[in-house]
């Protein structure tokens, strides 16, 4: 598989041991609900692992969950509670959306407040190795120890500040330097061989990512406004420590904007996920994160979420069709001997271009028109009565595939209300064997107003769907 690499900048094709990955996303500062940024980013991550799953690898996948930060704080003195009572709160929220958009579990999610003695000794560890020192505000990574500091991001300047989250320290012997460990006399805080306080952003996720992953892994990614100084630090002080690549590939997804403008909760043009799942189909939701390169800006407008309503309209039409005919036993009027050769072939053919697309930095565009190809052709033998039982089944089987690397689901009926729709249709049926339209329309009407299911009429038989 090839991916781009920032800190190469140049597309790789990677090499894995015993079909054996390992992964670090960088979690949520969790102080708030996730929106559609969040969303793009995780789902990307998403997409990559269940490719590599379909392909038979071992996936070890470690998002960790930053639930102490100065955010955090604050955000639980405006709502007159504790900094843990915050943070768990928004883990749920967090689970719930994602839950919601079919996003696979990580393989662990490690949160700080659980490692802060494996974060101790990495500071210590630095500070032994004349890679850190002790400040009059906390612990600081000496970045003049790290001769290629920058190489990540590509800031070389020496007078480049690095980014603290809150302020900048001027007790620090080189304003490049980061803080490690920020003293503190307040709650939360937590004891160190140099005095009370909490960890710095970044050496949260480089002692979690090592502590789960080893000194070097696959792939660490996040979104690109990670980049500077989150992710280029994490490899000075990582690397520092143990001079080893921290990272054999650093994958970054772009921004999601507005009207062309960064979402951005100061701005307050961010999208929540849970707001979105009220009003779209959380499929909609994964095709729109996947609708540009991942690397690329992606623009949310009603427009284009419009455009891939319509699509997904299509996948799930044709899901419904397919196992309408699975189950009830459609049989052709032709003979499908000769065809069904060449359609399997050609629809294997669609998968394997899929794949190969996937394959090349994660081509989701042009993976996607795999799929619709795959689908017209479904759509084809459908029309043309060529479809029987045995092409419906490999077909719906190969569509699965698609659906389950992509990450689409469509949500199970119960037998309960797979047998009110049955009855529905079979008076519905009745009415119009004996040409009473009317009343006909009528059920048609109450299956989509009172269970959101959609009739689709053909030659002989009805197919419906339950629109999620």
């Known amino acids: 598989m090839k991916l781009f690499n920032t800190l190469s900048n140049h597309i790789e094709e990677l090499l894995f041991l015993d079909n054996k990955i390992k992964i670090y996303l960088c979690g949520i500062t969790v102080y708030d609900d996730c929106h559609i940024g969040h969303a793009r980013t995780i789902i990307v991550f998403d997409v990559l692992r269940r490719f590599f799953l379909s392909r038979n690898f071992e996936v070890n996948f470690i998002q960790n969950f930053t639930d102490i930060d100065d955010k955090i704080i604050k955000k639980a003195e405006i709502e007159k509670s504790t900094f843990d009572t915050i943070s768990e709160k928004y883990i749920k929220s967090y689970f719930k959306d994602f839950d919601a958009l079919n996003v696979q579990r990580a393989t662990l999610y490690p949160r700080v407040t659980e490692h802060m003695t ?19 505000n906390g612990v600081y990574y000496m970045v003049k120890s790290f001769p290629s500091y920058g190489k990540l991001s590509k800031k070389m300047d020496e007078s480049l500040e690095a980014g603290a989250r809150i302020e900048i320290d001027e007790t620090k012997d080189d304003p490049r330097d980061f803080a490690l ?88 043009n961010t999208v929540k996920i849970s707001d979105l799942l009220k009003k779209i189909n959380p499929n909609i939701i994964r095709l729109f994160c996947l609708s540009s390169h991942y690397s690329k800006p992606l623009d949310y407008c009603d427009e284009n979420i419009s455009e891939i309503h319509n699509k997904w309209g299509q996948i799930e039409n044709a899901s419904y069709e397919l196992m309408y005919r699975i189950e009830n036993n459609i049989k052709s009027e032709q003979n499908t001997n000769l065809n069904y050769v060449e359609f399997k072939n050609e629809c294997n053919n669609y998968f394997k271009d899929f ?65 009110i729709i049955k009855k529905l249709l079979e008076k519905r049926n009745t009415l119009r064997n004996y040409k009473n339209y009317k009343e006909a329309d009528e059920i048609r009407n109450e299956l989509l107003d009172k269970l959101g299911v959609e009739l689709i009429d053909h030659k002989g038989f009805t197919v419906w769907k339950k629109n999620n």
């Open 181 to 268: 460990w920020k003293f503190s006399s307040k709650e939360p805080k937590w004891d160190s061989p140099w005095g009370p306080g909490r960890p710095g952003w970044h050496i949260e996720c480089s002692a979690m990512a090592i502590k789960y992953l080893g000194n070097s892994f696959d792939i660490h990614g996040g979104g690109q406004d990670l980049i500077f100084p989150h992710h280029e630090n994490e490899i000075a002080q990582s690397e520092g420590l143990f001079n080893e690549n921290f990272s054999k590939l650093w994958l970054h997804v772009g921004m999601v904007t507005m009207k062309s403008e960064k979402m951005s909760k100061s701005i307050g």
């Open 118 to 136: 494996v974060i101790i000794e990495f500071i210590n560890a630095l500070i032994k190795k004349n890679k850190a020192y002790v400040g009059l």
């Open 355 to 419: 794949e190969n697309f996937l394959e090349d930095d994660l081509n989701f565009s042009n993976a996607i028109t795999s799929l619709f190809k795959f689908i017209n052709k479904i759509n084809y033998f459908f029309s043309t009565d060529h479809a029987d039982k045995d092409i419906s089944f490999f077909a719906f089987e190969l569509l699965k595939k698609f659906m389950f690397i992509l990450g689409l689901k469509i949500n199970p009926i119960s037998a309960k209300e797979k047998e």
